[in-house]
C-alpha cells in the first residue's frame, strides 16, 4: 500500500469491507486464475489458493507483467485517488511469497503425476544419476515404480539414467509441459510429440554440432570455414573465406541461417556450422520487437479509423455534462494526425477453359504462365500463396465446374511450362497443384507435386516466400504422415527463412513449424529465440484472427522482456493495448485495464496510446459498472490517461493546430472531473494552464463560441470556489469580446452567469438586471433551458427580497429547488410551504411527462430509468406508498429489458423493495404479483432453488384472495415463466394442465381455456409430447369454430397436421393442412401468407413422395408450391422444388421432357444462387420436414 499512514488506513477499511463474500472480488480473483481464501486487512495480506499448475503460470505471468498491482488499484482505490495519483507517487506494491508458490507447484506437478502416470517436466540439480548428468539440464522423469529408482530422461541429448531421488526444481515455463498432456491447451505445443523430441535431439545434438557458440541471435556477418557446395537451389555454395551476410537473425540452436553472398549477392540458406563469427557481427538485444519490422500491433492492423471515432468518444463523453454553450469544434482532430490506410493489391484471376484431349493450342494458358513466370516476388503472388485451396478454387480461378476441371487445366499448364521449359512458371503450378490436392486430403499426390516444385532444375531461389510456402506445405503433410526425418530436415531450412525474412509468416499452413522454433529454443536456454518464437506465434494467429491463440504467446513475450529488463525496438505499448483488447474480447474487463494502464505508463507512449488506452478503459469500466454506452460518462480513472495525453511530447511540444485543439478539450474533460469531485482548485490550475499556453497572440483554430464557452467555463469554477470577483473579470471580458450590435444566444449565457458573480458579491439590484436581460436574450432566441436557469435565478432574486409575483415563481419553480431555497432566511414559513408545494407538483408532474416521454414516445431506457428514480425520490417525500410501489416495479420492468444479469439483479432489488410495500399496505394482488416477479428474476440469473420458493408463496398470496379470476391469471403467468425460459419447461405444463385449465374449465373462462390449451400444443409439440399434445390441439380448434375466430382456426389446423405428421399419421396430416389452406384468405395480401403456401404445398408433397410413396399426388402439390414461389419470387424455393420435380418426372413417372424442362430451371436458379450442385437421383433416406407454425396468435382478451 502507499507509505502514507491516512491512506494506508483508509485503504485498509477498504480490505475490510471486502472481507466479506463480495461478488467483486470473487470476479477479479477468477480473472487472475486464482482461488481467494481469505483477507486479512490489519496484515495487508490476501491468502488466494490454486488448483492446476495453468493458475500457477498464470497468476505468475500476471505477477511478472505488472497486472496485480494495477488490479488492486482498481479495485480498492475511490474516486480521489484517481484524481491525486497525478500529483503525487501513489501506487499498491503486490508482493508474493515466492518460496510457498514455489512448493505449491511442485506438489501440484509430483500429484498429477502420480496420479496420471505422466512425466514430469523438470530442471535437474543432483549429480547421482547414472550415467550422471548436468545440473540444470531440462530433463523428464517417470515416478519409481515397484521400488525403483527415478527414470530421467535429458531432452538435450536423449541421454536415459536412473536416479534413487533427484533434486527437482519445477519450470515455470508452460512450454514444457506441453510434453506431458494432450490436454494442455492454454500453451499449446502438441504437434511435436516427446518421441520426436528425443529421437532429433538425440540424433542432432544442440552443442556438438555448431561452432558458432552464440548466447544471443546474431545480426551483422560472418565467414565460411570450410567449402560447401550447394545441395539444391535453396543453398549456398560457400568457400573457406567466403564473407556471408546475415539477413534477418542467425540463432546458434537451429541448423540453418538465411545469408546474402558478399561478393555475388546470392541469397539462399547456410548451414550454422559452417560459419564463424566475424569482426562487425553483433547481438540482437532487441530481439522482441525489432524496429525495421512493421509491428503487426500496431495501429495499421486495427484501422486508424477506429482510433479517430475513439479520440471523439473520449471527448463526447467529457463534453456531456460541460455547459450548453460549449460546443465541440467541428471535425475530429485525429482527421489530420492519423494518416490513411493503404490499399493492397487486387488479386489476380483466371478463366479456366475445357481441356480437349489431343487439342495441342497453348494460347489459353499465354496469360497465366505469363503471370506466374519470373524468378522474382511479385506482391500479387501473396494471393496465390496465402489462399486456402477453397478460395483458389472460387475467387482465384473461375469457369470450371469442379475442382477436377481446374486440376486438370492447371496440370496440363504445367506440362506446357515443363516443355516450355518455363521453369518458374512450372514450379509454381507444381504448387498451385499440390495445394489443390493437399485441399481434398489426398496427401500423397500433394506431396509429389511440392516436392517437384523443389526439384526443377534452375539456379537459385529468389522468390523465398514461394519457398516458404512450399516448405510450409511439405511440413504439414510429413506431420500428418509421419515421416519424423524429413520434418526435422525441413523444418530447420523453414526456420531459418522465418527467422530471416518475417513476410515468410505469411505463406504458412499452420502453427507447427513456429511451435518447434519455441520448443528448441527453449530446450535451448536461449531467451532471445524464445521471445522470436513467440512473437511470431502471436503474429500468425493475430493475422488469422484467433484471438485466445494470441494471448499466451504476447503474454510470455511481455514476460521475457520484464526478465531480460531490455529496451525494445518498439514501444512495448503496442503489445500492452493488444493484449488489452484480447482480454476485453474474452470478457476480461480487470485485465484489460490493467494493460490499457501499464500501456500508457511506457515511457515511450504516445498521444496515440494514450488515447487508445483511454477507449479500453471506459469500454471495460462502464461492463464492470453495468454502464450502457448511452449514458457513459468518462469515470475517475480516466484521470491518469488524461493526464499522460496532455504530457506527451506533441501536445506539450506544439505540433499542429489540430493538436492544439485536442489538448484544449481533454483539459477541458480533465478539468470536469475535477470539478464533479470536488477538487475545484485543480481545475482552476489546469485552466489557467491551457490559457497561458495560448495567448490571445498564439490563439489555437477554436471557434469563438467554443472558446468563450471555455471562459464562462472557468468562470463559474471560480464561483464555486468562492472568488466572483475574478469570475466577474472573466466574464466581462467575454461580454467585451462580442459583438456590440448584434447578441447571440451565449450572451444570455454570460449575462446570466454575471449576475450569479453579481449576486455573490451583494449587488442585488446589478444581479436583478443582469438575469433580466439574460431572460430577454433566451426569449428572443427560445433558448428554453438556458430561460429556464435564468428565470429561476430571477425569481429567487426577488424572492430574497420578501416578494411573490406569481409570474417569476410559477415560470421558474420547475428548476428554483435545485437552487436551495431552504438557505434563504427572509422567506416565512408558510411561504416556504406554498412555494415547496408548487415545486413538488410542478416537479412530480414534470417527472411524470418526462418518463412517458422516454418510455412510450421517444424510447431512451437510460432516461427513463433516471427519471422513473427521480420519480421514486419525489413519492417517498409525499407518504403516497401506493405510487410509490407501483413505480419501484416500473423501474424493475424497465431494468428487465437491459437483458444483463446486473440490470437483472437491480430489477430484482427493485421488486422485493416494492413487494414490501404491497405487504405492508395489505394489497394482496400486487404482493403476489411482485412474489412471482421475484421467482421469475431468479430464474433469469439461473438461481433455480429460488424459483419454487417464490413461485408458490404467490400461489398461497392468490388463493387467499378467494379471486378465482385472479388465481386463474396467476397460474398462467407462473406456468409462463417455464414457458419462455430454456431451462424446465416441462414444469410449465403443471401449471397449465394441472392447475390453470381445470380453474378455467370450471370458470367457463373460454378465452383463457383458448390460450391454455394452445400453449399446451406448443410446450408438448416442442417438447415431442406429440400424444397428449392432440387432445389439447383438438380443444384449441373446437372452441376456436366456436368463438369464430378464423385465424386461430387456422393456427389449430396447422397444429394438429404438423401433430400427426409426427405422429406419422400421414393421410389425418395432409387432411388438416389442406383444412388450414382453405382457411387462408383470398386472394392473398401479404408475402408471408404466399410464402406459407409455399412451405405447406411443399410439406404435403413431401409427404406424399416420401411417407406415401405417390410420386403423382407429390408432383401435383409440388407443381402448387412452384406456382406460390413464382408469384413469390423466392428463387430459393423454386430452386428446391424444380429440383424435385426434375426427380420424379426423371426417375418416377418417366416425363423425360417435363424432367428436362425442370433440371434445366434448375440449373439456371442454381447458377443464380452460386449453387454447385444438383442431385436429381431418387432419395435413399427421408428427412422429415415438420412444419414451423408461421402463424402465432396473441390472445391476451
Not at 529496451?567 to 474474452?586: C, D, I, K, M
Amino acid at each position: 500500500l502507499p507509505a502514507d499512514e491516512e491512506l494506508q488506513e483508509v485503504l485498509r477499511g477498504k480490505l475490510r469491507i471486502l472481507q466479506a463474500d463480495s461478488p467483486e472480488v470473487n470476479a477479479l480473483f477468477t480473472e487472475l486464475s486464482t482461488h481467494l481464501i481469505s483477507i486479512n486487512s490489519e496484515e495487508k495480506v490476501i491468502f488466494v489458493s490454486f488448483k492446476t499448475f495453468e493458475e500457477i503460470w498464470k497468476f505468475t505471468t500476471y505477477y511478472t507483467i505488472g497486472f496485480l498491482g494495477q488490479c488492486m488499484e482498481t479495485l480498492l482505490w475511490d474516486q480521489k485517488l484517481w484524481l491525486s495519483s497525478l500529483e503525487e507517487d501513489i501506487a499498491i506494491e503486490v508482493s508474493l511469497q515466492e518460496d510457498t508458490l514455489h512448493l505449491i507447484y511442485k506438489g501440484i506437478l509430483m500429484q498429477e503425476g502420480m496420479k496420471d502416470f505422466s512425466l514430469l517436466s523438470c530442471v535437474l540439480t543432483q549429480r547421482d544419476m547414472h550415467p550422471p548428468l548436468s545440473s540444470k539440464n531440462i530433463a523428464q522423469f517417470e515416478p519409481p515404480f515397484l521400488g525403483s529408482g527415478w527414470t530421467v530422461l535429458c531432452l538435450a541429448d536423449g541421454a536415459r539414467g536412473t536416479a534413487p531421488k533427484p533434486g527437482l526444481e519445477p519450470i515455470f515455463n508452460l512450454c514444457y509441459h506441453s510434453c506431458r498432456s494432450n490436454s494442455v491447451q492454454y500453451f499449446p505445443l502438441n504437434h511435436i510429440s516427446s518421441e520426436h523430441t528425443t529421437v532429433f535431439f538425440a540424433t542432432h545434438s544442440i552443442y556438438s554440432h555448431i561452432v558458432l557458440l552464440l548466447l544471443c541471435p546474431a545480426r551483422g556477418s560472418c565467414l565460411a570455414t570450410v567449402e560447401y557446395d550447394a545441395g539444391g537451389p535453396d543453398e549456398l555454395s560457400v568457400a573457406p573465406g567466403d564473407r556471408i551476410i546475415i539477413v534477418g537473425l542467425l540463432v546458434s540452436c537451429f541448423d540453418w541461417f538465411t545469408g546474402r553472398k558478399e561478393a555475388t549477392g546470392e541469397v539462399g540458406l547456410v548451414k550454422t556450422s559452417l560459419v564463424k563469427p566475424y569482426t562487425d557481427i553483433y547481438d540482437s538485444a532487441d530481439i522482441f520487437l525489432d524496429g525495421e519490422e512493421e509491428t503487426f500491433f500496431s495501429l495499421q492492423e486495427d484501422k486508424q479509423t477506429d482510433l479517430k471515432t475513439n479520440i471523439q468518444r473520449v471527448l463526447d463523453q467529457g463534453q456531456d455534462s460541460l455547459p450548453a454553450s460549449m460546443v465541440t469544434v467541428n471535425g475530429t482532430p485525429a482527421d489530420s494526425v492519423l494518416a490513411t490506410e493503404a490499399k493492397g493489391p487486387s488479386p489476380p484471376c483466371f478463366t479456366v477453359h475445357p481441356v480437349v484431349e489431343g487439342d495441342n493450342n497453348t494460347d489459353i494458358f499465354v496469360p497465366l504462365l505469363s503471370f506466374l513466370e519470373g524468378r522474382d516476388y511479385k506482391v500479387e503472388f501473396i494471393t496465390l500463396y496465402g489462399r486456402s485451396s477453397e478460395l483458389l478454387a472460387s475467387s482465384t480461378f473461375t469457369g470450371h465446374s469442379d475442382e477436377d476441371e481446374l486440376i486438370a487445366f492447371l496440370s496440363v499448364a504445367r506440362e506446357t511450362a515443363r516443355k516450355k521449359r518455363l521453369l518458374w512458371s512450372h514450379t509454381r503450378l507444381c504448387f498451385l497443384l499440390g495445394k489443390l490436392c493437399s485441399g481434398r486430403s489426398k496427401f500423397s499426390q500433394a506431396r509429389v507435386y511440392f516436392e517437384e516444385a523443389l526439384g526443377v532444375p534452375r539456379e537459385g531461389f529468389a522468390d523465398l516466400r514461394l519457398l516458404a510456402s512450399i516448405y510450409s506445405n511439405l511440413v504439414t503433410i510429413y506431420l500428418l504422415q509421419k515421416n519424423t526425418e524429413s520434418f526435422f530436415a525441413l523444418t530447420e531450412r523453414l526456420v531459418a527463412l522465418l527467422l530471416g525474412i518475417p513476410d515468410c509468416l505469411e505463406c504458412l499452413e499452420d502453427n507447427s513449424t513456429l511451435k518447434y522454433i519455441l520448443k528448441k529454443a527453449v530446450l535451448s536456454h536461449n531467451k532471445m529465440a524464445e521471445a522470436r518464437a513467440c512473437h511470431l506465434l502471436a503474429k500468425h494467429h493475430w493475422t488469422r484472427a484467433e484471438g485466445v491463440g494470441v494471448v499466451p504467446y504476447l503474454e510470455r513475450l511481455l514476460v521475457l522482456c520484464a526478465e531480460a529488463q531490455r529496451t525494445w525496438g518498439n514501444s512495448p505499448s503496442h503489445e500492452y493495448l493488444a493484449l488489452g483488447r484480447l482480454y476485453s474480447e474474452l470478457r476480461l474487463p480487470h485485465l484489460s485495464v490493467s494493460s490499457a494502464s501499464r500501456a500508457s505508463q511506457q515511457p515511450s507512449a504516445t498521444l496515440t496510446d494514450c488515447l487508445s488506452s483511454m477507449r479500453l478503459l471506459l469500454d471495460n469500466v462502464n461492463r464492470l459498472n453495468g454502464i450502457a454506452e448511452q449514458e457513459a460518462s468518462i469515470p475517475p480513472q480516466g484521470a491518469p490517461y488524461l493526464h499522460r495525453a496532455l504530457s506527451s511530447n506533441k501536445v506539450q511540444g506544439g505540433g499542429s493546430d489540430q493538436h492544439h485543439v485536442l489538448s484544449h478539450q481533454l483539459t477541458v474533460c480533465l478539468c470536469q472531473l475535477f470539478c464533479e469531485h470536488r477538487m475545484v482548485g485543480r481545475a482552476i490550475g489546469h485552466m489557467h494552464t491551457l490559457i497561458d499556453r495560448n495567448p490571445p497572440s498564439q490563439r489555437p483554430p477554436i471557434s469563438v463560441p467554443e472558446r468563450n464557452g471555455t471562459l464562462i467555463w472557468l468562470a463559474w469554477l471560480h464561483i464555486v470556489s468562492k472568488q466572483p470577483d475574478v469570475a466577474l473579470d472573466i466574464l466581462d471580458a467575454v461580454l467585451a469580446s462580442m459583438p456590440e450590435h448584434c447578441t447571440t444566444p451565449q450572451e444570455g449565457v454570460v449575462l446570466n452567469m454575471r449576475g450569479v458573480a453579481l449576486r455573490c458579491t451583494g449587488d442585488l439590484r446589478r444581479a436583478a438586471e443582469s438575469y433580466q436581460a439574460a431572460v430577454d436574450i433566451c426569449q428572443e432566441y427560445e433558448d428554453m433551458p438556458n430561460w429556464a436557469v435564468a428565470q429561476a435565478n430571477l425569481g429567487k432574486k426577488v424572492y430574497a427580497r420578501e416578494t411573490l409575483p406569481a409570474k417569476h415563481c410559477f415560470q421558474g419553480v420547475g428548476l428554483f429547488c435545485f437552487h436551495n431555497i431552504s438557505q434563504n432566511e427572509n422567506i416565512k414559513n408558510t411561504e416556504r410551504s406554498l412555494f415547496y408545494y408548487f415545486v413538488y407538483l410542478r416537479q412530480l408532474t414534470a417527472t411524470r411527462h418526462l418518463c412517458h416521454l422516454y418510455g412510450c414516445e421517444s424510447p431512451d431506457q437510460a432516461q427513463c430509468i433516471i427519471y422513473s428514480q427521480h420519480q421514486v425520490q419525489l413519492l417517498t417525500h409525499t407518504g403516497d406508498r401506493g405510487q410509490e410501489g407501483e413505480a419501484l416495479e416500473a423501474i424493475s420492468q424497465l431494468y428487465l429489458t437491459l437483458g444483463t444479469e446486473r440490470a437483472y439483479r437491480a430489477a430484482l432489488g427493485y421488486t422485493k423493495t416494492s413487494l414490501g410495500i404491497f405487504i405492508d399496505l395489505g394489497c394482496r394482488e400486487k404482493e403476489a404479483y411482485g412474489w412471482l416477479q421475484a421467482g421469475k428474476i431468479y430464474q433469469l440469473v439461473d438461481q433455480i432453488e429460488l424459483v419454487d420458493l417464490y413461485i408458490q408463496v404467490a400461489q398461497d398470496v392468490a388463493l387467499s384472495t378467494g379471486d378465482t379470476g385472479f388465481l386463474l391469471k396467476l397460474l398462467e403467468a407462473a406456468g409462463d415463466i417455464f414457458f419462455n425460459s430454456s431451462q424446465e419447461r416441462d414444469k410449465a405444463i403443471t401449471f397449465y394442465r394441472d392447475r390453470a385449465l381445470p380453474i378455467a374449465v370450471k370458470s367457463s373462462s373460454v378465452r383463457s381455456r383458448l390460450r391454455l390449451c394452445n400453449k399446451l400444443t406448443e410446450l408438448m409439440l416442442n417438447l415431442k409430447l406429440y400424444e397428449e399434445a392432440v387432445e389439447f390441439a383438438q380443444t384449441a380448434l373446437d372452441i376456436s369454430i366456436t368463438l369464430g375466430e378464423c385465424l386461430n382456426e387456422r393456427v389449430a389446423y396447422h397444429r394438429l397436421a404438423s401433430l400427426y405428421h409426427c405422429l406419422d399419421q400421414y393421410e389425418l396430416a395432409e387432411h388438416y393442412y389442406l383444412k388450414t389452406l382453405t382457411l387462408c384468405p383470398t386472394p392473398l395480401r401479404f408475402d408471408e401468407e404466399t410464402l406459407y403456401y409455399v412451405r405447406v404445398y411443399q410439406t404435403l408433397g413431401d409427404i406424399m413422395f416420401y411417407d406415401l410413396k405417390d410420386p403423382f399426388d407429390a408432383a401435383g402439390y409440388y407443381h402448387l408450391a412452384l406456382a406460390a414461389a413464382m408469384d413469390l419470387g423466392n428463387k430459393r424455393s423454386q430452386l428446391q422444388l424444380c429440383t424435385r420435380l426434375a426427380t420424379i418426372y426423371h426417375n418416377f413417372l418417366i416425363d423425360r421432357e417435363l424432367s428436362l424442362f425442370f433440371y434445366q430451371k434448375a440449373r439456371a436458379f442454381a447458377a443464380e444462387l452460386n449453387v454447385r450442385r444438383i442431385n436429381i437421383s431418387p432419395d435413399q433416406q427421408y428427412k422429415t420436414t415438420i412444419g414451423q407454425t408461421l402463424w402465432e396468435v396473441a390472445e391476451n382478451n
